[in-house]
C-alpha cells in the first residue's frame, strides 16, 4: 500500500486555467505538508496543516489555496495557473509538528504550464 | 538566500569506493539535519539523520559527519553499490518546525 499518494502524476494544463492536485496519506500522521521543486531543484516549502489547521504558510500567491478536509487528506487548489507555476509538486506527511521524524513524500506531481 | 546548499550537483564514484556528499548551510538555528535519496519519477525517501548534540550517526553503510562550528555535514556511503546512484538532498530543520532543503546532488555508482 502506497503510503502518500497524491494524484495526478503528470498535469499539462494551460494559462489561465484552474487545477487541483489531490493528496492522501494512510499513515495516521498528523501532519502534512506542500513542497514545490522549482527548476532549480530546490525543495521548498508552501504548506504544512497540522490535525486540519493551517500551521506554515510559506511566501506563496494566494492563487494557491490548500484545504485539509480531514488529517489524512490535503488538496492544493491553483487558480489562473501562469508559466512559472511550472514545477514538480510533493505532498509529504510526518508524525506530529517539531518532531523531526523523517518526512514521507509522495512521488510528485509535475505541473506544466503552457 | 539559500540556506542550505550542495555545492556539487553531481558525484561519480566506482562501486565498492566511498561516496562523499557535502552540505553546507548557515542558520544557525538549525539542530536537526537529515538525507533523503531521491529515485527518478520518486518521491524523496528518509535516509539517515542526526541532531547538533552529536557529531557522527552511522547506520550500516551510511554515516553521517556535522561539523557544527564549520556548519558543514557530509553523508559517506561505503561501500558504494549501484543502487546507491540516485539523488542525495540534505535538510535541516530547528525553531521553525519546517526543513530548509538544499538542492542535491546526482550520485553516480559506475560498475
Known amino acids: 500500500d502506497t503510503a502518500v499518494s497524491q494524484t495526478p502524476k503528470y498535469l499539462v494544463t494551460q494559462m489561465g486555467n484552474d487545477k487541483s492536485i489531490k493528496c492522501e496519506q494512510n499513515l495516521g500522521h498528523d501532519t502534512m505538508y506542500w513542497y514545490k521543486q522549482d527548476s532549480k531543484k530546490f525543495l521548498k516549502i508552501m504548506f504544512s496543516?497540522?490535525?486540519?489547521?493551517?500551521?506554515i504558510n510559506e511566501t506563496v500567491p494566494n492563487r494557491f489555496s490548500p484545504k485539509s478536509p480531514d488529517k489524512a487528506h490535503l488538496n492544493l487548489h491553483i487558480n489562473s495557473l501562469e508559466l512559472g507555476d511550472s514545477a514538480v509538486y510533493f505532498c509529504?506527511?510526518?508524525?506530529?509538528?517539531?518532531?523531526?521524524?523523517?518526512?514521507?513524500f509522495g512521488n510528485g506531481t509535475r505541473l506544466t504550464v503552457t | 538566500d539559500q540556506q542550505v546548499k550542495q555545492n556539487s550537483p553531481s558525484l561519480s564514484v566506482q562501486e565498492g569506493r566511498i561516496s562523499i556528499l557535502n552540505c553546507d548551510y548557515t542558520n544557525s538555528m538549525f539542530d536537526y539535519f537529515l538525507w533523503y535519496k531521491k529515485y527518478p519519477a520518486e518521491g524523496p525517501t528518509f535516509l539517515i539523520s542526526i541532531s547538533s548534540i552529536k557529531d557522527k550517526n552511522e547506520d550500516g553503510r551510511f554515516t553521517v559527519f556535522l561539523n557544527k562550528s564549520a556548519k558543514h555535514l557530509s553523508l559517506h556511503i561505503v561501500p558504494s553499490q549501484p543502487g546507491d546512484s540516485a539523488v542525495y538532498f540534505c535538510?535541516?530543520?530547528?525553531?521553525?518546525?519546517?526543513?530548509?532543503f538544499g538542492q542535491g546532488t546526482r550520485l553516480t555508482i559506475n560498475p
Open positions: 509529504a506527511s510526518s508524525q506530529g509538528l517539531g518532531e523531526w521524524g523523517p518526512l514521507h
Open positions: 535538510a535541516a530543520g530547528g525553531g521553525a518546525q519546517k526543513l530548509v
Open positions: 496543516y497540522n490535525n486540519k489547521e493551517l500551521i
